[in-house]
C-alpha cells in the first residue's frame, strides 16, 4: 500500500489535540504556557508550550491506538528506502548506542573507525563492549582524518573474527564520505551487520549529486540527526534499519533502555514535518542549497589567502571516496591565522557562528535554509577577516603530531578505565599513564585520547598547545589541561 506524504501524523495529531480543546490535568506543569513565567513567554513565544504536550496521554491517546508516532515513523521509513525507522528525542548520541548494543553484547567485540564521535565511546563504556580499532585515512599535509578504507575493515575482521560488526562514520564533520557500498560488502560475507554514524547526513537521501547515503548503499543500521543538515529541532535524531541481520524488535528493546520515557512532543514534530518537508519539495530544496553552496565556494576561493576544499583535496587513493560540498571547509594556513582565532574574530566583529573550527581550518555549513542574502554576510565577514590577518596572526602553535603518533596503544579497555581508581596528575607528569577520562577537542567532538589509552607526548603536547592556542576540550576533568585524570596504579 503506498504511503502519503503529504501527511503528517504528529503534526496533524497536535492540531487536532488544539481544535479539541483537551484540558490536560497530567505533564507538563505550564499547563499549554498558562503557567510558565511571563519573562519566559516573551523570549521563547507560546508556540514552545502549545507544543510541548504528552505523547500518550496526550497527542495519542493512553494506549497510543491512534499510532501517531507509529506511522510517522513507516513514512520516515518510506521516505528513505528503509525498513524500520525509529524517533529519538535524545539525540544520534542515544541512537548510535542503541544500534550498537543491538549489534554486540557486552564483552562482544565491534570494529569501530577511531575517528567516532564521543557518543560511541560513551557507548563503549556504558555497554562494556570491547571496540577493535579501525585507523583512519590520514592526509599528511593537511593534518585531517577521512573515513577508513574497507580493506582495513577487512584486515580487522580477518585478524578478529568473532567481532559482531562494524561502525563507520560517514560523511565526517569536514563532508568526507567512506566507501559504504564497498564496507557493506565486507560486513555481509561474514554475515555481520555494518552501522554508519551518518549523523551529519540526514540531506543525503534527497538529491542525486550528493553522496551515496547509508540505507541505500546496503548499510544494516544508520542513525541521522534531523537537526544537523536538516530541518528539525535539536536533539531530534532518526535511526533506520534494513535487511535481516538485525532483529527490529531487540533494535526497540535497546531504545527503550537508553530512551526517555518523557519523549519531546515539539521533537517529534519537527522530525515528522522534517521528512513531509523532503519528500514533496527536497529535490528542489538541495539543488538551491548546492547551487549556494558552489556560489560561495568559488567566492571564497577567490579572497587572498584562503582555499576551500573540494573533492579533489579530499578524494582518491588513501582518501575519501566522496564528499558532500555543503560543509564549506576553509583552510586559512596561506593567511597564517588559526582556526580559533579566525572563529573567534568572527563572531566578535561580524556576529558570525562557524560550523566547525580547527588549528588551520574554519568551516560554514550551508543548508537548503541559505541563500544569497546569508552568503553575502559571510563573504563580508570572510574579506573583513583577510583584511585583518596582520592582527590575528602568530599566537601559539599547535603541535599536531604524524598520525602514527596521533595513535595510543589501548591499554586498558575504556569501560575498565573509565570506572577504575583514578587519581588526578600534572599534564607532564602523565606520559606513560594510563587515561580514565575523554579529553575531546570540541567542535567537532573527536576525543584525541580515549579511557584506556597510555598517554604519551606527542599527544599531550598536541591538547596542551592547542589549548592554549583555543581549542576546547570541555569533557576534560580539568578543561585547562593542567592536570589530567589517569588510573591509578597503571603506568
Same mark, same amino acid.
Given at each position: ?12 495529531? %497536535? ?31 507560546? /508556540? ?12 495519542? #491517546? ?10 510517522? &515513523? #513507516? ?14 528525542? @535524545?539525540?544520534? !548520541? ?5 544500534? =550498537? %548494543? ?10 569501530? !573507525? ?10 563503549? +563504556?556504558? @555497554? ?23 580493506? /582495513? ?16 562514520? !560517514? ?8 566507501? %559504504?557500498?564497498?564496507?557493506? &560488502?565486507? @560486513? ?26 547509508? =540505507? ?5 543500521? @544508520? ?5 544537523? =543538515?536538516?530541518?528539525?529541532? &535539536? ?55 548546492? #547551487? ?37 571547509? +576553509? ?20 556576529? +558570525? ?8 581550518? +574554519? !568551516? ?34 599547535? #603541535? ?16 575498565? /578505565? ?62 585547562? %589541561? ?10
Amino acid at each position: 500500500m503506498s504511503l502519503d506524504h503529504a501527511e503528517a501524523p504528529v503534526l496533524e495529531a %497536535l492540531a487536532a489535540y488544539h481544535d479539541r480543546d483537551e484540558l490536560a490535568f497530567t505533564p507538563p506543569g505550564h499547563k499549554q504556557a498558562r503557567g510558565a513565567d511571563p519573562e519566559v513567554r516573551k523570549v521563547l513565544g507560546d /508556540a514552545v508550550f502549545l507544543g510541548d504536550v504528552l505523547a500518550s496521554g496526550g497527542l495519542d #491517546e493512553r494506549r497510543t491506538r491512534g499510532r501517531v508516532l507509529e506511522r510517522a &515513523e #513507516e513514512l520516515m521509513a518510506d521516505a528513505v528506502h528503509a525498513d524500520h525507522t525509529f524517533f529519538s528525542t @535524545c539525540g544520534s !548520541s542515544l541512537s548510535v548506542k542503541a544500534a =550498537m %548494543l543491538t549489534v554486540a553484547a557486552p564483552h562482544e567485540k565491534l570494529l569501530v !573507525s577511531r575517528d567516532a564521535h564521543k557518543s560511541v565511546v560513551a557507548g563503549l +563504556i556504558l @555497554c562494556g563492549i570491547e571496540p577493535v580499532w579501525i585507523d583512519p585515512q590520514w592526509d599528511r599535509t593537511r593534518h585531517l582524518a577521512h573515513p577508513p578504507s574497507p580493506e /582495513a575493515y577487512e584486515k580487522a575482521f580477518a585478524a578478529h573474527p568473532d567481532a559482531k560488526g562494524a561502525l563507520v562514520t !560517514s560523511p565526517t564533520p569536514y563532508g568526507a564520505a567512506a566507501d %559504504l557500498r564497498a564496507l557493506a &560488502e565486507v @560486513c555481509h560475507r561474514r554475515s555481520r551487520p555494518l552501522i554508519v554514524d551518518e549523523a551529519w547526513g540526514a540531506h543525503l537521501p534527497f538529491h542525486p549529486d550528493l553522496p551515496s547515503w547509508a =540505507m541505500d548503499a546496503g548499510a544494516d543500521i @544508520c542513525v541521522t540527526s534531523i537537526h544537523k =543538515m536538516g530541518s528539525g529541532l &535539536e536533539q531530534g535524531s532518526v535511526f533506520h534499519l534494513q535487511g535481516d541481520l538485525v532483529d527490529p524488535a531487540a533494535l526497540a528493546l535497546r531504545a527503550d533502555l537508553l530512551g526517555t520515557t518523557s519523549p519531546s512532543v515539539l521533537l517529534y514534530a519537527g522530525i515528522d514535518g522534517w521528512r513531509r518537508q523532503m519528500v514533496l519539495h527536497g529535490e528542489r530544496l538541495m539543488t538551491h542549497a548546492l #547551487e549556494v553552496a558552489a556560489t560561495a565556494r568559488e567566492s571564497v576561493e577567490a579572497i587572498d589567502g584562503m582555499h576551500v576544499n573540494d573533492a579533489a583535496d579530499f578524494c582518491g587513493q588513501d582518501a575519501a571516496a566522496d564528499l558532500d560540498p555543503l560543509p564549506m571547509v +576553509i583552510d586559512l594556513s596561506e593567511l597564517g591565522v588559526s582556526g580559533y582565532r579566525a572563529a573567534d574574530w568572527l563572531r566578535e566583529h561580524h556576529h +558570525i557562528d562557524l560550523h566547525l573550527f580547527d588549528h588551520r581550518r +574554519i !568551516s560554514a555549513q550551508i543548508t537548503h535554509a541559505d541563500d544569497a542574502t546569508t552568503v553575502a554576510r559571510l563573504l563580508d565577514a570572510l574579506r573583513s577577516l583577510a583584511d585583518h590577518r596582520d592582527e590575528l596572526t602568530g599566537g601559539v602553535r599547535v #603541535e599536531v603530531p604524524a598520525p602514527e603518533d596521533l595513535r595510543m596503544g589501548q591499554a586498558v579497555l575504556p569501560r575498565d /578505565a573509565f570506572f577504575a581508581r583514578t587519581e588526578d596528575v600534572p599534564l607532564a607528569g602523565a606520559v606513560g599513564r594510563v587515561a580514565a577520562e575523554m579529553m575531546t577537542p570540541y567542535p567537532p567532538g573527536i576525543p584525541v585520547v580515549l579511557p584506556g589509552e597510555r598517554l604519551t607526548e606527542p599527544v599531550l603536547a598536541y591538547l596542551r598547545t592547542g589549548v592554549d592556542a583555543g581549542m576546547n576540550v570541555p569533557d576534560a576533568t580539568d578543561p585547562g %589541561l593542567g592536570t589530567v585524570r589517569v588510573v591509578r596504579g597503571e603506568g
